[in-house]
């Protein structure tokens, strides 16, 4: 839900008019929802989880349409979380949670001696998501195996009734559902994402690959808009008019309509929606660059979970992902961005930060 900031605030400040744009944003259901329209036309572009567009060009859920991205739109914001009921059975305490390793280590040990016949199911808001792979990443650093739990796709504002109802055990999912379901007290936040993977793209703005080469000056233009938007919220954590400006636009009716949504009346306030136990971000020379070794890393996952068989395509991810274009975004704008299209992941004192993942992984392909 907040990962539509920075299209809201481009819009909200005039940012894509300042760039001859005229822009309407258009809310959708679910991101099978969004692929498709950008797929064929019906939408320009579109924020999406990280790992779609590299999905639709390998035809993955969908026929394969080649679509790109140049430009990354937040990191982190991801969180998982499991069910009250289940966090008793671990004999985990809410108030005194171990380190996320731990947690999922309790988990492997309680699925070992575990009688039910259904098994434990957890939910993501797609396969093709960066919920989903850190989700089967954190399970299998703790020992868990894909066969041991049943992962299926729930919308993410249905996701703390689901856990509520007794539907899944857990989720990973973006804010502020985790933070809605732990201040009801139906589920716990037993690890923000960015704790998996640190420094990670979490949202990018893509568009099909006829659009980018047909419009080429319109899409640098859009692109330019929402860097500047991404720029503004920079500091949005600790900027408390800037904060209450974006919850008075997120609220509105036109666009997420949240006093009319499961979030009214819970208190859930604009300090808990960006709530430092879930942190997201959404500007950085290095965040907003669409890094082909996260691309390549993103493949791996896929071939991982046997979505995809196919090699590690250098080709595919020159087409999907455009640093040469967030590059000269940036220097129109005066940011400063890395000049390298690649980096070794998990190595978190390589170029621009670097990224980082909690069982010390170092992930590195040749460009």
């Known amino acids: 839900m907040l990962d539509a900031a920075p299209l809201i605030v481009a819009k909200e400040l005039g940012l894509f008019a300042a760039q001859g744009l005229n822009v309407t944003l258009q809310r959708e259901a679910s991101w099978a929802s969004i692929r498709d329209k950008v797929a064929f036309g019906v939408l320009d572009g579109a924020q999406m989880i990280a790992p779609l567009p590299l ?40 108030a005194k949670l171990p380190c996320p390793l ?9 699925l070992q001696h575990r009688t039910q016949l259904q098994p434990l199911r957890l939910a993501t808001v797609s396969p093709y998501s960066c919920h989903h792979y850190q989700l089967h990443y954190w399970l299998s650093v703790a020992g868990i195996s894909a066969r041991q739990v049943e992962v299926i796709g729930v919308a993410p504002a249905a ?7 007794g539907a899944i055990d857990g989720f990973c999912v973006g804010e502020p559902w985790s933070s809605l379901a732990q201040l009801n007290g139906d589920g716990t936040i037993v690890t923000s994402c960015d704790q998996l993977w640190h420094n990670w793209q979490e949202k990018v703005f893509a568009v099909n690959q006829q659009f980018a080469d047909n419009k080429p000056q319109c899409y640098l233009a859009l692109l330019t808009a929402l860097l500047q938007a991404c720029h503004w ?31 009214h009346n819970t208190g859930l306030s604009p300090n808990t929606l960006f709530n430092k136990a879930v942190p997201q971000a959404f500007f950085g020379p290095a965040l907003n660059m669409p890094w082909r070794s996260q691309g390549a890393f993103m493949l791996q996952q896929m071939r991982n979970l046997q979505q995809w068989q196919g090699p590690l395509n250098q080709a595919l991810l020159s087409q999907v992902y455009r640093p040469d274009l967030y590059r000269q975004v940036a220097a129109g704008l005066g940011f400063a961005a890395p000049k390298e299209d690649w980096r070794l992941e998990g190595c978190a004192g390589t170029v621009g930060e670097g990224s980082r993942f909690i069982d010390g992984l170092v992930f590195g392909m040749q460009s």
Do not use: C, E, F
């Open 55 to 94: 999905a639709s060009s390998l035809g993955l859920g969908a026929a394969a349409v080649p679509m790109t991205t140049a430009l990354v739109l937040s990191s982190g914001g991801n969180a998982i979380t499991l069910s009250s009921r289940l966090m008793q059975q671990l004999d985990l305490d809410p």
């Open 102 to 110: 731990a947690s999922g280590i309790a988990l492997q040990q309680h």
């Open 159 to 165: 996701m703390a009734a689901q856990l509520a109802s």
């Open 233 to 263: 919220l920079a500091d949005i954590s600790s900027n408390p008019d800037k904060k209450s400006q974006l919850w008075y636009w997120l609220v509105q009716g036109h666009y997420l309509a949240l006093t009319d949504s499961a979030l």
